[in-house]
């Protein structure tokens, strides 16, 4: 897990000569930084200061500031970790609390090189024994950070094209001998990285963190910027823009180079290339409606393929000097995993979370897979204080994240992490195999749009029952809505368009019009690039750095992907996931591979109601007050809080005994978005209030 950050000042030629290290980066702004993510980090820390001059005079000042939490090489994998062209240099790092030092001052000469890294290098051994054969003097014993630090005195830049098949991470390299700083993303955005950039004044100042409310606390985004936050609103999550003045996310596989790209060499400019996406196109599969006898040996040679794919990824995975286990639904693609841990390194812990709803609970399902499998099985007991834990997640993230699902996922971290420091889950399966009913839908979007482009259906969902959002003519209606437009977006929408415009007015964010894609597949690809990252794994990680345990996914690797492209239509033939449930049936029950999808979810409309954990009284305090969200109408946004109030009144009209199913409407998620987001601006509000810089305390 771990947490990274830092600052950078660039001041160009031609200015004053600029002020001491450490009044132009003040320790204070390192201390909201360390405090912001310290919950990432609870084994330990550290920070790192240098100055260095370009050769046309600019003057560039840096600072770096990790949290750790060790997983790898307990004694040699402390950070940050400086290098200085001959050996690793420990003594230019010191502790929060300790006389800070500036490197220029203690090492003046030699090429110092400094990184903080957030995350696990999957392939770091073998990388290890190329660059030792380069002559690299490799110092701590299996650092797989020390391989990414000689891996850029090696490589410069290309060393991101090592490891971008099979690593997760954020990375921060320090160059003095260019003055500058590279940021880098894993391909998937499995880790956050968020930055901010003040191009107002000179100095330019960048301020760079795990965690967006560190980046807005120690940047200039302590004021909410109202077109992005509609975003947020409409679909409980945003890819880039942050919510805050100042504030982005870096992209998946995004190279951020703050020195002179012209100094980048051949074998950077190749990383660079190779860590694009690959293309949606041309997906290269059967295109046939059944398959012949001849074809089924064809299809029996694919499942053997992608077991011994995924089988590998698995492997690749299991490097850890902390009890490791697999987080154990009992849907495909967890159980997929824990068979595939079984078999490489059995006896394996599963670790199944029993949640206090049965409705909700699957550990039944997860039982049933260990016995089959034969793994040391535990079960634990979500714990959930929802009002209190909601306010801790929020506050601690900086982000208004609308994902209900947020809360079961932390309490099934928090459980698990009593025994594991490192778990396993099956991240990544829907969105590479063809998982989600939608992606089998959205494709006949577009053949729909033209029927219903009418403007007679210029509010489908108020015609429908919506009293249960599970029901066909729930979704139906949520179709239709999505439909008029040809919008996959639309679909994915917590507020869909007129429910936008009811809430927003004129600010409500302009209605997606964007063509579906054509197949299935090309949809679930779509899924990879915007709601994996700013969604799904947003959740798993602010879930996980909460309850300080890693997380890692074995279906998000590059060489899963490709597979899967290459396959195309393949995946889906005969369903939803056909190929990775054909692929699951070699090791698993049946009864566990054909059972529904369920989903990993919780009854918050429910809880809005019947105050579960105090959630109806939180709703209440927050929407009910005069002034819900501080904020916004200053940054352009104004909610109508009429529309809250009504949608107040017929969310509880829904859960009364009624046979009209136009008594009341449910709004579960889209009150949660709305209680998340004036959470957010209370917290926001507070830390603007302050006379010094500050942030909420970590989790318990």
Known sequence: MCGIAGILVIHPPGLARPAHPLEVIPERSLDVLDVSMAHRGPDGGGRFRDRATRADGTVVDVAMVHRRLSIIDHAGGAQP????????????????????????????????????????????????????????????????TEVLLAGYRAWGAGVCGRVIDASMYAAGWWDRERAGLLLMRDFFGQKPLYMSTDHDESPTRVVFSSDAGGVALAGTGLRPLGESVASWITYGHAMGGGPTAGMRSVDPGQLVMMFDP??????????????????????????????????????RARIRDVDALLCARVGERLD??????????????????????????????????????VRYDESHHARHVAEHLGTRHVVVDAQPAAAED????????????????LLPTYWACRAASEHAGVLLTGDGGDELFVGYERHLTAPHLNALSVVLALPTWAAPARWWPARDPTTPLAKGARLLEAARRASYPALLAVFPPGEARALLGKGAPRAPWLRSAQTPHEQAHGDLSYMLPSDYLRKVDLASKAAAVETRA??????????????????????????????????????????????????????????????????????????????????????????????????????????????????????????????????LEGMRAEKRPGVSPGPR
């Open 81 to 144: 970790m400086v290098h200085d062209g001959e050996r690793l240099r420990p003594d230019l790092v010191y502790q929060a609390g300790e006389g800070p030092r500036v490197a220029s001052e203690v090492e003046r000469v030699r090429p110092l090189t400094a990184l903080v890294f957030n995350g696990c290098i999957y392939n770091h051994r073998q990388l290890r024994a190329e660059l030792e054969s380069l002559g690299h003097a490799m110092e701590t014993d299996h650092a797989d």
């Open 554 to 683: 074995p279906f998000l690797d590059r060489r899963v992907l490709s597979a899967c492209a290459t396959l195309g239509a393949e995946l889906h033939h005969g369903g939803r996931k056909a190929l990775l449930r054909d692929v699951a049936r070699k090791r698993l029950p049946v009864s566990i591979v054909d059972r529904p999808k369920q989903g990993f979810a919780i009854p918050v409309g429910e809880w809005f109601r019947t105050d579960f954990g105090g959630m109806r009284t939180l709703l209440r305090d927050h929407l009910e007050s005069s002034d819900p969200f501080p904020g916004l109408v200053e940054a352009g946004l104004e909610i109508d809080l009429a529309h809250v109030a009504r949608m107040l009144r017929e969310h509880d009209e829904a859960g009364e005994a009624s046979r009209n199913p136009w008594h009341g409407r449910d709004h579960s998620q889209r009150l949660y978005v709305l209680l998340v987001l004036s959470i957010w601006c209370r917290w």
């Open 320 to 357: 850890a000097d902390v009890p490791l286990a697999c987080l154990l639904s009992g849907g495909v693609d967890s159980s997929l995993i824990s068979a595939y841990a079984q078999e490489i390194a059995g006896p394996i812990t599963t670790i199944s979370v029993r949640m206090p709803d």
């Open 262 to 299: 012209e100094t980048a060499d051949d074998s950077e400019r190749a990383a660079i290339r190779a860590m694009t996406p690959l293309p949606k196109a041309p997906f290269r599969s059967k295109s046939r409606s059944f398959m012949l006898a001849s074809d089924r040996g064809w299809r």
């Open 390 to 405: 909601l306010k801790l997640l929020i506050e601690t993230s900086g982000l208004p994240f609308g994902d209900s699902s």
